[in-house]
């Protein structure tokens, strides 16, 4: 097994290091020069939309909002990777590893507003609302329904399944060494059972009640769990002030090659922040956007702008809190301790009572990943079947994989699931490299429209020439108008 797992880890580090992180680079700085560094230039306007309220769904009740549609990807991109991920990105790459996740998240910021623009645009009805994400702009946009399929089968399988069975044995894992830091015996096998029945029956409770409960749910425990993690990291700086100007110096230093500290210096340090830092906010990877399209927006740019500010609040605020608590507990580099380097940090300076509040900070972060995690493979399951039956079982089959991971070992699954997820990333650059025109398109009609000092509103007739928009329908004061002149 081990030989499998080492195999499969090599295939992917070449596969991400040699081909996709420069293949999003390229695209990223290309979409950046096109918009005019959109994801810097509007940023007072991201936190404008932020707040607007949702319109009416079809079924009477309100729409998912921007807001929550913001909290649903935050609950998937914010999960045990900003803990684990960042500090495992540091004890191999060093402190500048840090730096080139901040790069990163700069330049891939405009990706991830091209990609979910076009998931707002390429959007379809259903019931409660709306769905769509790359399957929808690849077959609409693109008119490519097997591109559509294909990456609709690999993000189901990658994040409703591989994900959601890793987040588990996070939370069975977390759970486990708090009840033993407390000198209870732990039960082993017995305890992790009890907390993955408890786990899938909450998580059934959550996803059979559809994207409105999981919205509901996001949007309470995401501000939660993001504020009491950066409280602790607020607490370690102020308790360290005087070390962090040498602190910063030395991310900076580091990340040009400025007294090495790992082994390979300044490559290491870049591979590692780029590598880490698009696990965290998975700009450009195809996730985002499915969570994206749900919200009731009057433009599809607002919701291009919202995604673009959840890639900042990943990294540049949850992952840099990490980033910061460990730094400032004189770390040791050169070997994958990411697991227990937070965890010594967080002891070190606030007393064993830390290490339980991780523990729920973990709880948290890796359950709502779990949510977010479920609902991309519920929006690609709509695109590959209306079947009510199909979802049930999905639902079904999520909440087992739940309980599996909480008993199991998945090093290979995790393993596996990096590729896999490298796969659907690549699958997404190809599809927005030639659509990201109609997202600039779009941005202009935004921004004239502002500058116009109107709220913008976009309709499908602004644009008749592009195809494939299966909502965003005139106005009916506008047809009854056109009706009339002619």
Known sequence: MDAVNNGIVATGDVFWSYLLIPLLVVVSVYFTVRSGAVQLRLLPEMFRVLGNPAETAPDGKKAISSFQAFAISAAARVGTGN???????????????????????????AASFVESTLAQLYKVRDRTGFRGGPAYYM?????????????????????GFVFNTVQANSIADAITSSVEAVGVQSTGPMLSA?????????????????????????????PFMALLYILLGLVVVAMNIQEVPGVVAQIVGSAFGLGEIVAGGIGTAIMQG????????????????????TASVSHPVKQGLV?????????LIVCSTTAFIVLLSDPVYGEN????????????????????????????????????N???????????????????????????????????????VWSLADLTMGIMALINLVAIAPLGGIAFRLLKDYTRQRRAGAEPVFTRDRMPDIGGVQCWDPEPAREEAETTRG
């Open 83 to 109: 803990i684990v991920g960042v500090a495992t990105a540091i004890a191999l790459g060093g402190p500048g590893a840090v730096f080139w996740m901040w790069t990163m998240a700069l330049v891939v910021g």
């Open 139 to 159: 077959q609409y946009g693109l008119r490519s329904r097997w591109m559509g399929v294909l990456f609709a089968v690999v993000i189901t399988l990658t994040f």
């Open 194 to 222: 009890v907390i993955g029945l408890a786990l899938a029956l909450v998580t059934g409770l959550v996803v059979f009640g559809g994207v409105r409960r999981i919205a509901h749910v996001a949007q309470a425990l995401v």
């Open 274 to 293: 780029m590598r880490r830092g698009m696990f965290s906010n998975e700009a450009g990877l195809g996730s985002a956007p499915n969570a994206g399209a």
């Open 307 to 315: 995604q673009t500010l959840g890639v900042y609040f990943d990294t």
């Open 337 to 372: 301790r990411g697991p227990s380097m937070t965890q010594e940090a967080l002891e070190a300076n606030l007393g064993g009572w830390s290490i339980h509040a991780l523990t729920v900070i973990l709880f948290l972060l890796a359950f709502t990943s779990v949510l977010g």
């Open 374 to 412: 479920y609902y991309y493979g519920e929006s690609n399951l709509g695109f590959l079947s209306a079947s009510p039956g199909v979802l049930t079982g999905y639902r079904a089959l999520v909440c087992l994989m739940v309980f599996l991971g909480a008993i199991g070992s998945v090093q290979v």
